[in-house]
């Protein structure tokens, strides 16, 4: 557990809650701890696509680690790794895990033999009414 002591929690000039942390080896870290629009709106992306890359991998019969296999993401720990892609989320530290990049949505689409469209979610299945009152992305025009 974090000694309270050595976190100082402050609103930043963008008006942002952040924490400013001292690290034990010396050193600071700064965190966000507010959920902007944009984070809210990545971590319901990732949502939508782990459901899928998940449905796809059981669907073919594959394991974490076959897929983490397949992707090319062999190294350190590749099932802990799928598992993040499938199940993305905010540990209990409040940092947040999941999330892809380019490269990586592309290698699984290819490893499951799909389209890389059918692992992206509908504009409308991401919209606005899961980003709450500080929404900035707007579904119609």
């Excluded at 000694?3 to 001292?22: C, N, Q």
């Excluded at 890389?116 to 606005?128: F, I, K, M």
Aim: hydrophobic share 40%; with cysteine.
């Amino acid at each position: 557990m974090r000694d309270p002591s050595l976190e100082v929690p402050f609103t930043d000039e963008y008006g942002e809650a952040r924490v400013i942390r001292r690290r034990v080896g010396g050193g600071f870290s700064l965190k966000r701890t507010s959920v902007t629009p944009i984070l809210a709106l990545n971590t319901e992306v990732s949502r939508e696509i782990g459901k899928r890359v998940r449905a796809l991998r059981i669907e073919r019969g594959l394991t974490l680690v076959d897929l983490a296999t397949l992707i090319g993401a062999g190294t350190g720990n590749p099932k802990q790794r799928m598992w993040q892609i499938e199940n993305p989320g905010v540990r209990s530290t409040g940092e947040t895990y999941g999330g892809l990049r380019l490269g990586t949505l592309y290698a699984l689409a290819i490893a499951l033999e799909v389209d890389v469209c059918d692992l992206l979610p509908a504009v409308e299945d991401v919209s606005a009414a899961h980003l709450g009152s500080r929404t900035i992305v707007r579904v119609g025009r």
